[in-house]
């Protein structure tokens, strides 16, 4: 689940060979005496699937079990996805976050091979206006945002991104980023801080508006197929581990801890992410890689119908 909704790290694979469609979960731990005692859901205005939905009670349920458990952690999030679990298909999961303040609603893809959050600009070049998944595209505007702020090159976010001050930074120049992926598709713009906006939701599942500052990306720019109508979206969000990613930010603010989960709702694709907390008690885990920039795993094997695939052991080398 990388760039685009397929395997593999940020920058390189969006067409890989192997995708692990199942229970994702990454933790880091916290420091003791950091909990709250609210959770936190982004809404659910509706399920955003492309082939019909299917499971909708047992999420509902998944969330419910999920609010009673979180009374002594930090708050967690849980967004609900759309798109198509199909191994024929896009493999695309995406979700609907609310920016800025009075808030609007940007459908995002959920990739856990990049790092930061972005979202298509009023000023963008090539940010196609509409969208074939019978979605309504939303562009950023700073500007339109009360609670907007520009990131210049000079700042904490900046440079810590970038391991430095950028060459010919002023105090006033903005922070710029470019991102190009592995089948050449780009997105570039500069970086500016305003509210995520969730609901918090206590253990007796009332809910309450919540919002939390985070810095991403305004997209000035596109390039390839992310300039397409074909499955365009307003953007994307990383869930990498570099710093720069909502998660971490949200973490270092004390506002989650740094866990999420990819829970698929059946072949018909959608599902919830839940992010600050595991909500299935029952799960299976591996091992991630340590000291790697990315969420890699050892896979050892691959079995179809009860039968191991016969394959050279480096095929997995690159999982």
């Known amino acids: 689940m990388a760039a685009r909704g397929t395997c593999g790290p940020a920058g390189t694979p969006r067409n890989s060979l192997v995708c692990l469609v199942l229970l994702l979960a990454f933790s880091a731990a916290l420091a003791p005496g950091r909990a709250a005692a609210t959770s936190g859901v982004f809404e659910v205005r509706r399920k955003f699937t492309r082939h019909g939905g299917g499971g909708e009670g047992h999420l509902l349920a998944l969330r419910v079990h999920d609010g009673r458990r979180h009374g002594r952690l930090l708050a967690s999030i ?39 959050l972005w979202v298509n600009c009023v000023s963008c070049d090539g940010c196609p206006r509409k969208s074939n998944l019978g979605i309504e595209l939303t562009m950023y505007d700073p500007r339109g945002s009360e609670s907007g702020q520009l990131v210049t090159c000079d700042q904490d976010f900046c440079v810590e991104t970038y391991g430095g001050v950028l060459q010919s930074c002023t105090s006033t120049s903005p922070c710029q980023y470019s991102i ?5 598709s780009s997105t570039a713009g500069f970086f500016v801080t305003d509210f995520l906006q969730y609901n918090q939701v206590s253990g007796d599942g009332e809910t309450t508006p919540a919002n939390a500052s985070v810095t991403f990306g305004c997209g000035a720019k596109l390039g390839g197929d992310l300039g397409s109508s074909n499955l365009a979206l307003d953007g994307i969000l990383g869930f990498g581990q570099s710093n720069s990613s909502m998660l971490s930010q949200l ?28 909500v299935q008690p029952k799960v299976k885990t591996t091992p991630l890689v340590p000291n790697m920039p990315h969420y890699n795993v050892n896979l050892k094997e691959i079995d179809v119908g009860g039968t191991t695939l016969q394959l050279p052991t480096n095929t997995f080398d690159s999982v």
């Open 78 to 116: 849980d967004l609900p996805l759309g798109g198509s679990g199909l191994a024929t298909d896009t493999g695309l999961y995406f979700t609907r976050i609310g920016i800025g303040t009075p808030a609007k609603g940007y459908y995002v893809q959920v990739d856990t091979g990049s790092d930061i």
């Open 180 to 184: 190009t992926y592995g089948d050449g």
């Open 251 to 278: 973490a270092a603010a004390g506002k989650v801890q740094k866990m999420f989960a990819h829970c698929l709702d059946t072949v018909n694709g959608g599902g919830i992410f839940a992010i600050g907390n595991v």
